[in-house]
């Protein structure tokens, strides 16, 4: 499914790129990513790419090692971004409106008896809870989990994708994402009606996490309006898809701000960034 999607992102990138006359060429990652980068010793790397190693920094890490500039945020931010449980916490310290949380790694239950306070989390966060890995795309893991005799098959399946768990409050809503480029929020994606206050304050919500991660380029922050109206925040992502049917590329059409003209801007930040030491 990542690769599918990093495919078609990467032909949509390259004809842009292509419209806007830049010579572009496609790289496949592979496991000789870095030989391919010094061969073809590009200027900017446009990352397509989508699944743990783009989104996690890998790939930000092996571009900032060789001195390519690169259109996504620093290697650095995308692993805070990455890393639920570190970026609940992050969200929470600095006062952003978050869902109530709490984590563990498989060692805790393994080795420290963790088992014995999930009553206590259970009351706390109070079902529905979503069980998710601490690390992960595409839901991978996550389960919703209605009563305590769910939850020991639900930690099972999130310890097989990562060491740790998030186990999240549920929270009843609309699904709210709006999209971030160069520090700018654009129109917020939203199957039901948003008030203009809503609006303002999904934007800023967005602007906020954007700042707070320490974000450049571009990035999609997802949030939900809960039955009581409030807006809090659930994630960040670093690397969004910019698929024709994206919500990236939808808030992007919803701002008037054109496909090209996005490409053309990505491109042209990265080309002036310093790159990390």
């Known amino acids: 499914m990542e690769r599918q999607i990093s495919l078609r992102c990467g032909a949509r990138v390259e004809a ?6 830049h010579e572009a ?14 061969t073809v010793d590009p200027e900017v790397a446009f990352i397509a790419l989508h699944g743990r190693e783009a989104e996690d920094g890998t790939v930000q890490e092996l571009l900032e090692v060789l001195g390519i500039a690169h259109t996504a945020s620093s290697a650095a931010v995308c692993a805070r971004c990455w890393d ?43 079902f529905p809870i979503i069980v998710k890995p601490a690390r992960g795309g595409l839901a991978l893991g996550m389960k919703f989990v209605s ?8 930690l099972v399946a999130a310890f097989t994708y990562d060491r740790r768990v998030l186990l999240e409050r549920h929270v009843t809503g609309d699904d709210v994402v709006v999209s971030v480029v160069d520090g700018e ?5 939203c199957h039901a009606t948003l008030s203009p206050a809503d609006v303002t304050r999904a934007q800023q919500l967005a602007v906020e996490a954007w700042t707070l991660f320490g974000c450049r380029g571009y990035a999609r922050i997802d949030l939900m309006r809960t039955v009581e109206g409030e807006l809090t925040v659930l994630e960040v992502t670093c690397v969004p898809s910019l698929a024709e049917d994206s919500r990236m590329s939808e808030a992007a059409e919803a701002g008037d701000l054109a496909f090209d003209v996005l490409v053309d801007r990505l491109v042209e930040r990265a080309a002036r960034s310093t790159i990390p030491a």
Do not use: N
């Open 84 to 126: 639920k449980v570190l970026a609940k916490h992050l969200m929470r310290d600095a006062g952003l409106p978050t869902p109530d949380f709490h984590s563990f790694s498989e060692a805790a239950f393994r080795e420290l008896g963790a088992a014995e306070a999930l009553p206590v989390i259970e009351e706390r966060l109070s």
């Open 147 to 154: 009563s305590a005799t769910q939850m020991p098959g639900a």
């Open 25 to 38: 060429v496609t790289i496949d990652v592979r496991g000789d990513l870095v030989r391919q980068l010094r």
């Open 185 to 189: 929020p654009l129109p917020p994606f």
């Open 16 to 21: 842009a790129l292509e419209r806007l006359g």
